[in-house]
């Protein structure tokens, strides 16, 4: 199940000429991330020096990873592509649709069965096209893919925000939309704008109650939320070498919270510890061969400024513990002035729960650390005050956790540990002690913490931090607790003080596992038969996108012109729908649902031209398709900016709209348009978007001509017979003109595939 230790090599010999290469056309040092970026070109060895935050790049990944919400959509499309096996080491985790209720046993269950069908479905399709598949229970994809797949030097996407972890075994991960995954699982290349670097420098040494986690928070503190965004972030320093390999995959996890692109750390002895501790010294041989390419060259870390387009230096000395919160993970408070904060601000003081675990903060060094503590209340003979719940990152974790006691500690004190899945942390969380909306406090040590995540209720106020200041907390009951400097009242009225967290990087007798969770597909996976029910309501088949011909663009009706911001979400929304994410046809239902008609300035309320009765969007298009008659969006600044999320324009396109108008588009949903063979088009003069009227029908006079940087004409027929006559923008390339005249970018790869 572990990565081709072959590919690894051949990768690394590759290294010393493509960084030798890139080093000599760029004219310096180089950093680190920028060796692996160079590295892992599409096209070889590289040729020219990329701009940072400018040029768009092709890039090679050796790797894919996928969790079970996000995947289905991804391996439907990919089933498209005709291809017989993925081009690229994938994997699948089924950890997002495990709910935490009553306990791992139960819950997993549960999940088993009302699941079924979607377990089923990826297990098959996993079979059929050499994907390894990681049954529900088996882990949370970060923490699984760090255990088996990461590894220095490398670069993996993955269909979740949080792939960015495996920065903390020196890749260069990145969270991608299917989309983007369905292209390298089909053998193209992946489009990535060249990132912009941030670097982080790090001195001195964490001790005491302060962990890893706080170096995040501190981060996510002096950047916070939007302040990673389009760059990667490279720590290194002293400070750096003297994490452990999972204190940086904690740190490079919540990159994810500042919108870095992701987070990567240089190759170093924690990272060689923890490849020999999970059994892949092979790769922390090969490593250690090429560690010279694993890291910045020594000039870069002497002098930063020179070479970051931003630099934090942060004192691990002076680094104290943090608790990020409420509602965003930006807003950093020491622990210690939470208090006064708490009271200013009418937070409750306090606290319901404390959660231990998710692909953040589960691994052995976390889990011992809040164990200490743990195990120090049942000594002291201190009640806990809060709930506890936990839930281990993986099985092998979570075996070893119970093989050395470890949850034991956590039981003794009232702790349900829940299924190795993400349950809470993404709103899987049947929160029994909640009668309604009630104002609460809950402490994790997840990633996220914005309103409703945790528990869908907007009044829950959840702070993040370390799994041992959790703990802490948790066992006080209150937000205003120092373990530092308070002492609590024990069983027998004493007052005891909590002593520091002692941490054991890496289990003394090793790591150990009896199922591990993982089903390898079949060397020939041509027989196995996928496994859809057509009755089912949660998936569904994909057909092949028809082509838009000409004719077919003439006479096509406006279906919504919208106002203002037109995010992903306002396309697709999210929330209850996530359900349908894998059946086109129903989730195409909420289409455009949350997008502001320009004419009466309400959602979901548009005219049906047919018929002249104001209608929800979808009923409207539903209408226009079972007419035969296709239709045009027009839409203002930005259009379709939010998510990757390739539901945005699949549904659309499933549903007959085949042109997106507007005044300009976000980058990636624009991309995504085109993938799916439809027309996404600007206004050459932005006062057109005026000329729209509600009743309008438009025809594509010259799209038979539809050629690269050359002007389509649209011409407007109005309800009185008035016609005005507009130029459109376009950006498509000649292979982009080819997705829309095969119907699809997945079109023109089974073609390929077939001739
Ligand atoms: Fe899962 Fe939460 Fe991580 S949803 S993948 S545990 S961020």
């Given at each position: 199940?572990?990565f081709d230790i072959d590919m690894i090599k051949g990768l690394y010999s590759n290294m010393a000429e493509r960084v030798d290469?890139a080093?000599?056309?760029?004219?310096?040092?180089l950093t680190l991330s920028e060796k692996i970026l160079y590295s892992h070109l599409?096209?070889?060895?590289?040729?020219?020096?990329?701009?940072?935050?400018?040029?768009?790049?092709?890039f090679a990944p050796d790797r894919?990873?996928?969790?079970?919400?996000?995947?289905?959509?991804?391996?439907?499309?990919?089933?498209?592509?005709?291809?017989?096996?993925?081009?690229?080491?994938?994997?699948?985790?089924?950890?997002?649709?495990?709910?935490?209720?009553?306990?791992?046993?139960?819950?997993?269950?549960?999940?088993?069965?009302?699941?079924?069908?979607?377990?089923?479905?990826?297990?098959?399709?996993?079979?059929?096209?050499?994907?390894?598949?990681?049954?529900?229970?088996?882990?949370?994809?970060?923490?699984?893919v760090l255990?088996?797949y990461a590894f220095p030097g490398g670069m993996m996407?993955?269909?979740?925000?949080?792939?960015?972890?495996a920065g903390g075994l020196g890749m260069v991960a990145i969270?991608?939309?299917?989309?983007?995954?369905?292209?390298?699982?089909?053998?193209?290349?992946?489009?990535?704008?060249?990132?912009?670097?941030?670097?982080?420098?790090?001195?001195?040494?964490?001790?005491?109650?302060?962990?890893?986690?706080?170096?995040?928070?501190?981060?996510?503190?002096?950047?916070?939320?939007?302040?990673?965004?389009?760059?990667i972030?490279e720590?290194f320093?002293?400070?750096?070498?003297?994490?452990?390999c999972?204190?940086k995959?904690?740190?490079c996890?919540?990159?994810?919270?500042?919108?870095?692109?992701t987070s990567t750390f240089g190759y170093d002895?924690?990272m060689e510890?923890y490849l020999?501790?999970?059994?892949r010294?092979d790769i922390a041989d090969a490593a250690n061969a090429v560690k010279e390419h694993l890291t910045a060259d020594?000039?870069?870390?002497?002098?930063?400024?020179?070479?970051?387009?931003?630099?934090?230096?942060?004192?691990?000395?002076?680094?104290?513990?943090?608790?990020?919160?409420?509602?965003?993970?930006?807003?950093?408070?020491?622990?210690?002035?939470?208090?006064?904060?708490?009271?200013?601000?009418?937070?409750?003081?306090?606290?319901?729960?404390?959660?231990?675990?998710?692909?953040?903060?589960?691994?052995?060094?976390?889990?011992?650390?809040?164990?200490?503590?743990?195990?120090?209340?049942?000594?002291?003979?201190?009640?806990?005050?809060?709930?506890?719940?936990?839930?281990?990152?993986?099985?092998?974790?979570?075996?070893?956790?119970?093989?050395?006691?470890?949850?034991?500690?956590?039981?003794?004190?009232?702790?349900?540990?829940?299924?190795?899945?993400?349950?809470?942390?993404?709103?899987?969380?049947?929160?029994?002690?909640?009668?309604?909306?009630?104002?609460?406090?809950?402490?994790?040590?997840?990633?996220?913490?914005?309103?409703?995540?945790?528990?869908?209720?907007?009044?829950?106020?959840?702070?993040?931090?370390?799994?041992?200041?959790?703990?802490?907390?948790?066992?006080?009951?209150?937000?205003?607790?120092?373990?530092?400097?308070?002492?609590?009242?024990?069983?027998?009225?004493?007052?005891?003080?909590?002593?520091?967290?002692?941490?054991?990087?890496?289990?003394?007798?090793?790591?150990?596992?009896?199922?591990?969770?993982?089903?390898?597909?079949?060397?020939?996976?041509?027989?196995?038969?996928?496994?859809?029910?057509?009755?089912?309501?949660?998936?569904?088949?994909?057909?092949?996108?028809?082509?838009?011909?000409?004719?077919?663009?003439?006479?096509?009706?406006?279906?919504?012109?919208?106002?203002?911001?037109?995010?992903?979400?306002?396309?697709?929304?999210?929330?209850?729908?996530?359900?349908?994410?894998?059946?086109?046809?129903?989730?195409?239902?909420?289409?455009?649902?949350?997008?502001?008609?320009?004419?009466?300035?309400?959602?979901?309320?548009?005219?049906?031209?047919?018929?002249?009765?104001?209608?929800?969007?979808?009923?409207?298009?539903?209408?226009?398709?079972?007419?035969?008659?296709?239709?045009?969006?027009?839409?203002?600044?930005?259009?379709?900016?939010?998510?990757?999320?390739?539901?945005?324009?699949?549904?659309?396109?499933?549903?007959?709209?085949?042109?997106?108008?507007?005044?300009?588009?976000?980058?990636?949903?624009?991309?995504?348009?085109?993938?799916?063979?439809?027309?996404?088009?600007?206004?050459?003069?932005?006062?057109?978007?005026?000329?729209?009227?509600?009743?309008?029908?438009?025809?594509?006079?010259?799209?038979?001509?539809?050629?690269?940087?050359?002007?389509?004409?649209?011409?407007?027929?109005?309800?009185?017979?008035?016609?005005?006559?507009?130029?459109?923008?376009?950006?498509?390339?000649?292979?982009?003109?080819?997705?829309?005249?095969?119907?699809?970018?997945?079109?023109?790869?089974?073609?390929?595939?077939?001739?």
């Open positions: 199940m572990a290469k080093r000599e056309i760029v004219g310096r040092p599409w096209d070889g060895n590289p040729t020219k020096e990329f701009k940072r935050g400018k040029d768009y790049v092709d894919i990873a996928c969790q079970d919400a996000t995947a289905q959509m991804a391996l439907l499309q990919f089933m498209q592509a005709g291809k017989p096996k993925v081009a690229v080491p994938t994997t699948v985790h089924c950890d997002h649709l495990i709910q935490a209720k009553s306990g791992a046993a139960a819950d997993l269950k549960v999940a088993n069965s009302t699941s079924a069908e979607v377990f089923d479905f990826l297990e098959s399709v996993s079979n059929k096209y050499g994907i390894g598949f990681w049954k529900p229970g088996a882990g949370i994809i970060h923490q699984v255990e088996n996407i993955g269909t979740d925000s949080h792939t960015v972890n969270g991608v939309g299917g989309a983007d995954a369905v292209d390298v699982m089909a053998g193209m290349a992946w489009e990535l704008k060249f990132p912009k670097l941030i670097g982080v420098k790090l001195t001195g040494n964490i001790s005491g109650w302060t962990s890893s986690k706080d170096v995040i928070l501190k981060v996510a503190g002096i950047l916070t939320v939007k302040g990673g965004t389009g760059a972030i720590y320093g002293d400070g750096a070498k003297n994490l452990s999972t204190g995959g904690t740190i996890n919540m990159g994810a919270e500042v919108g870095a692109t002895e924690s510890r020999r501790a999970t059994d010294s020594p000039e870069v870390y002497a002098n930063p400024e020179k070479y970051f387009d931003e630099l934090i230096e942060i004192n691990l000395d002076e680094l104290r513990p943090h608790l990020n919160g409420p509602f965003t993970p930006d807003l950093a408070t020491p622990v210690g002035e939470l208090g006064v904060k708490a009271r200013e601000n009418g937070w409750p003081i306090k606290v319901d729960w404390g959660l231990i675990g998710s692909c953040t903060n589960s691994s052995y060094e976390d889990l011992t650390r809040a164990a200490s503590i743990a195990k120090q209340a049942v000594d002291k003979k201190i009640k806990a005050k809060s709930d506890f719940g936990i839930n281990p990152g993986s099985e092998q974790i979570r075996f070893t956790a119970e093989r050395d006691g470890l949850l034991q500690i956590f039981e003794n004190l009232g702790a349900t540990v829940f299924t190795n899945a993400c349950g809470p942390c993404i709103g899987q969380w049947d929160r029994s002690d909640l009668k309604g909306d009630e104002k609460n406090t809950i402490v994790h040590s997840f990633n996220r913490n914005f309103s409703k995540r945790a528990d869908g209720n907007p009044n829950t106020h959840a702070f993040v931090g370390s799994p041992e200041m959790v703990a802490a907390i948790a066992i006080s009951g209150r937000l205003d607790f120092n373990p530092m400097t308070d002492t609590l009242l024990n069983e027998n009225g004493e007052e005891v003080k909590l002593d520091e967290p002692l941490g054991i990087e890496l289990p003394p007798l090793g790591f150990d596992v009896e199922d591990a969770g993982y089903l390898a597909p079949n060397e020939d996976g041509s027989s196995v038969v996928v496994k859809v029910d057509p009755k089912s309501e949660r998936l569904q088949l994909l057909e092949p996108f028809t082509p838009l011909t000409p004719e077919s663009l003439q006479g096509v009706k406006l279906l919504i012109k919208a106002f203002g911001k037109c995010t992903t979400d306002h396309i697709s929304m999210a929330g209850p729908w996530l359900r349908y994410r894998g059946h086109l046809d129903n989730i195409a239902n909420n289409t455009l649902i949350g997008a502001v008609n320009a004419y009466n300035k309400k959602t979901n309320f548009v005219k049906n031209q047919l018929t002249g009765e104001y209608v929800g969007v979808p009923d409207a298009q539903r209408a226009y398709k079972a007419a035969g008659i296709k239709t045009i969006v027009v839409g203002d600044h930005n259009y379709g900016e939010g998510s990757s999320r390739e539901h945005a324009a699949m549904q659309p396109r499933h549903l007959g709209v085949a042109a997106v108008l507007v005044k300009s588009f976000a980058r990636i949903h624009e991309t995504n348009l085109k993938k799916q063979g439809m027309l996404g088009l600007t206004f050459a003069n932005e006062a057109d978007y005026d000329l729209i009227q509600e009743d309008d029908t438009f025809n594509f006079v010259d799209i038979a001509a539809f050629a690269p940087d050359k002007q389509l004409t649209l011409e407007i027929v109005h309800k009185d017979g008035s016609k005005d006559t507009i130029k459109v923008n376009h950006t498509y390339n000649q292979s982009q003109i080819d997705w829309f005249n095969e119907g699809s970018a997945l079109n023109v790869i089974k073609r390929e595939n077939v001739s």
